[in-house]
């Protein structure tokens, strides 16, 4: 495999765990223009702790994900009530804070001669972990979807379980879930956390992939991605982001065929696509048809 | 200090300004057809950025480029009205602003295909020094913008409230369906309404981009940012709303500038926000844009 | 199970004392929309560092994800340290360059410059955008 094809599955790997959070929200009924800012504070987090404390990436994940967690918990906590556009204004501005911390975020130490960390607007350079342990590009790649295959394992099988009928009941009809005896507010709050530290992940991972970044890697225009991506894949399982990151990752950049203008090309697509499908390709109805059908074959 | 306060002022006020037309667009729209237009302020830089093109090749007047932004801005407008709202217009409210940001995408890679440095001049609406005026500096483009806010403000609280279209649409915006019983389309207002937040959003770019002194690609994320902002600042699919928001967010932005430096400038803006919206909502979700109406 | 082990190996790996290389890029304007040649000179503690497989990529940070450009594989310069690329970027302004290296040494850079009509100078942050 050659460079470029390699970061590409990288890049479809590591936004699709954002796209994740951002559908799993979704599902719930809440629309969050906001997910990017638990991107980045996991990316923080993580870069952080590798760099400046030598923390092995595992551990620094772990922690990561706990505080993104923490984080979409917190914010979560007082918007979660709020309704449609409400919420979606209120998980904007939330992370248009982040990333203005992150712009006024310094802290660095002296590693091996050189200064290294945080340093606001500058961005945080020489995230270098793996390539001190000497991993291969591959390596990571092979890391990236082995995560990504147990989340979507664990969300699979979710959706098939109790908890999953309950998630969808939350989204399309809280009032009636609340009758039937589910505490609507601390169950969507459990699901933010559970996006957070979804998003905190890949931002982990993005950082040491990338080896830099900077508050600007995680503005507003990350986190529509990960919704549209979650909208355009489908809202009827978890492999809907998927398809939606790899379709416009993947496809569209990786093919190169557009040139300079495959976000023409993209746009059009997408706006066509909703009008003919409003709730992505893999929807819940082509969904239910498709697993209805497997158990006739049966 | 007290001059301080009062040059902070000023110069909040010229840029809630611009805010406010972009607010009052974005509202007129929300209001209406109840759906987010993520795509409002790239069509404003659409509509900049042909203004730019006819002053890079034509060396036109200011009066052309103004018409030249106000038409490329209806122009764009009305492409997203008919390829994102007229097809959702009673599905999804969701699919509508997805498929609108998928638009703004468009935008952007078609702004820097025909002019692809990063940054253009623009010609400024006032060449030369601020006037001095009792220890306050006064620019007169920025005064002008504010002038042209309040007549345009005021035209359009005479046209919904004077006017028979305005009745029409005061009458869709409470019930649509009661509306098309008494004989109006709904979708020619939908369309209308789309035209006019339009040309107001063209307006406001022409005058942002001209006192600023420059265009960029960016200008598309700055004026949706700014004008949804100011909106919910100021609650929600209220005229009056909208421009005490704008009002609002220039002051503050210009004060927290002024008093704890330039990186403070959105974050106290946002700050504010979320604590608006965290405390308790209720008071923004009372104003509609009917009961500004009546 | 390659996983597994994988995860393992991480967290047992001890940090590898690495000296990080240094790089510097000097570009040219071709006078055709928006092609670039550039020169890029890599060194360790400050010795030229020769014999490396560059890949340079470029990501315009103000944009992100609409715009970036697919990497190229830099030659050999004429001295030691010295690398050649020709960047084909899609407009002017200010452009992430990442340079994945390999060979001698395995390491990413990540170098911000500002490209105009008169070639490419290191991007000064300003404290907004």
Known sequence: MDDFTLGLLTNVGLFSFLALSAYLL????????????????????????????????????????????????????????????????????????????????????????????????????????????????????????????????ALLLV?????????????????????????????????????????????????????????????????VHSLAYALIGGLGTALGPLLGVALDIGVLEGSRIFGGARMIVFGGLVAVLLVLRPRGLLDEALVHCITSRALQRR | MLLDLLQNTIDGAAAGASYALLAVGFTLIFGVLRRVNLSYGPAVMIGCYAATWLHLNFQSGLIVLALAAVAGTVLAGAYVERLCFAPHR?????????????????????????LPRHVYAFPLLHEGAPVEF???????????????????????????????????????????????????????IFVLIFALASAI?????????????????????????KGLLAMMLGGLGSLRGAIVGALVLGQIEAHSQWFLGPQWRDLVAYLLLFALLAANPSWMTRWTISRSAS | ?????????????????????????????????????????????????????????ADMPSMPMAHNMAPVKATPGRQSGEYEARLDLEMTGEWAIKLRLSG??????????????????????????
């Open chain 2, 201 to 225: 959003g063209g307006i406001a770019g022409f005058l942002i981009v001209a006192t600023h002194g420059q265009v960029t690609p960016m200008l598309g994320m700055w004026a949706t940012l």
């Open chain 1, 159 to 223: 959706e098939r379980s109790r908890l999953g009928v309950t998630l969808r009941s939350v989204g399309e009809d809280p009032e009636l879930a609340a009758a039937l005896g589910v505490n609507v507010n601390r169950f969507k709050l459990g699901v933010a956390a559970s996006a957070g530290a979804l998003a905190a992940l890949g931002g982990v991972l993005f950082a040491h992939h990338n080896t830099f970044i900077e508050p600007r890697n995680f503005d507003i225009m990350l986190g």
């Open chain 3, 104 to 129: 001698p040494v395995r390491d990413q850079l990540v170098l911000h410059y500002e490209f105009d009509e008169q070639g490419a100078r290191p991007a000064k942050r300003k404290a907004r955008r």
């Open chain 2, 134 to 188: 009792l220890g306050l500096s006064l620019r007169p483009d920025a005064l002008a913008v504010l002038g042209v806010a309040a007549i345009l403000c005021a035209l359009l609280q005479g046209l919904l409230h004077r006017t028979r279209f305005g009745l029409a649409v005061r009458a869709t915006i409470e019930n649509p369906h009661a509306a098309s019983l008494a004989g109006i389309d709904p979708g020619r």
């Open chain 1, 26 to 153: 979704l599902l719930a009924g809440e629309m969050s223009f906001g997910q990017q800012a638990f991107f980045g504070v996991g990316a923080y987090a993580g870069g952080i702790l590798t760099t400046l404390y030598g923390v092995p990436l595992p551990l620094a994940a772990l922690a990561a994900m706990g505080l993104g967690a923490l984080a979409a918990f917190l914010v979560g906590l007082p918007t979660l009530r709020l309704k449609g556009l409400y919420f979606a204004m209120a998980t904007l501005a939330a992370a248009e804070i982040a990333r203005l911390l992150f712009e006024l975020l310094h802290f660095q130490r002296e590693i091996e001669g050189e200064l290294a960390g945080p340093d606001g607007t500058q961005g945080f350079r020489g995230i270098r972990w793996i390539f001190e342990q000497g991993i291969e590009a591959q390596e990571f790649l092979l890391l990236t979807y082995a995560l990504l295959a147990l989340v979507l394992a």
């Open chain 2, 90 to 114: 009673s599905g999804s409210a969701i699919a509508a602003m997805v498929a609108s940001f998928a638009l703004w995408m468009q935008f952007e890679e078609l702004a820097t295909l025909v």
């Open chain 3, 1 to 57: 199970m390659r996983v597994v082990v994988l995860v393992l190996a991480l967290l047992s790996a001890a940090p590898v004392l690495a000296q990080g290389a240094r790089a510097e890029l000097a570009c040219r304007f071709t006078g055709t929309d928006f092609v670039y040649d550039c020169l890029i000179r890599l060194t360790r503690a400050g010795q030229p560092l020769g014999g490396a497989q560059v890949v340079v990529g």
